[in-house]
């Protein structure tokens, strides 16, 4: 089935070592984002990729950045993790932006 | 801020009751979406209304929306226990930025 996967889906960092999430699709959409989600509130925008183009949202860290080196594969890295970041992360994807998103189960960063 | 803002912030019923939930929004759309997510889980797409719509159906999901007033409600029929879960609207602003806005969400529960 066409599915969005992420890896792992448990990640325990340390405070300050940097940390790669990963998210693949089979769906073969041009759009992917990236979502944190802390407990208990609703997905916030990181960035997303329209095909190649990068667009981040004007408030996400310079501690987090992306990269997509193909359709398929889209990864999270978070250079010094802060306390502050242990959240949800969500990828998803859709075939025309801003239309229906489909989201991968999510992982969840633990910062020690 | 959030685009979206979703009343109740939690609901409690009976199984076999309807539940009722409310989203309002501050800027024009291009279209509205409802999500579900269980605990722990990725986002799943429930419907899509488009601006120039007013209601749409899907199973037991009744979707409304007034653009003049700027909200939208959800209405899920004969719940069931499986029916428990968080669940969000999200809008396409219609200034083409190819992205979603997500409201706080309502906690929904359904008692057996």
């Known amino acids: 089935d066409a599915m969005v996967i992420q890896n792992p889906r448990y990640q325990v960092t340390q405070f300050g070592k940097p940390v790669t999430l990963s998210c693949s699709q089979t769906?073969?959409?041009?759009?992917m984002y990236w979502y944190q989600q802390k407990s208990s509130q609703a997905p916030k925008l990181l960035f997303h990729?329209?095909?190649?183009?990068?667009?981040n949202e004007a408030d996400t860290p310079d501690n987090f950045q992306s990269r997509r080196p193909n359709t398929s594969f889209c990864f999270l890295d978070i250079r010094s993790p802060g306390l502050g970041d242990a959240a949800m992360y969500l990828c998803?994807?859709?075939?025309?932006?801003?239309?229906?998103?489909?989201f991968g189960p999510g992982t969840r960063l633990l910062v020690l | 801020s959030q685009q979206g803002e979703e009343d109740p912030q939690a609901l409690s019923i009976q199984e076999g009751e309807n539940a009722t939930m409310n989203c309002s929004y501050k800027?024009?759309?291009?279209?509205l979406q409802w999500y579900r997510q269980n605990s722990g889980r990725g986002l799943v797409h429930l419907i899509l209304i488009r601006s120039n719509e007013r209601e749409k159906h899907s199973g037991r999901l009744r979707v409304t929306l007034d653009t003049s007033k700027k909200s939208s409600s959800l209405l899920i029929t004969a719940s069931r226990a499986a029916d428990t879960a968080s669940y969000f609207c999200a809008t396409e602003s219609n200034f083409g930025n190819e992205k979603l806005t997500f409201g706080t969400g309502t906690r929904l529960t359904i008692i057996p």
């Open positions: 769906l073969n959409h041009n759009v």
């Open positions: 990729y329209y095909d190649k183009d990068f667009n």
């Open positions: 998803a994807t859709s075939e025309v932006a801003g239309e229906t998103q489909y």
């Open positions: 800027t024009s759309i291009n279209n």
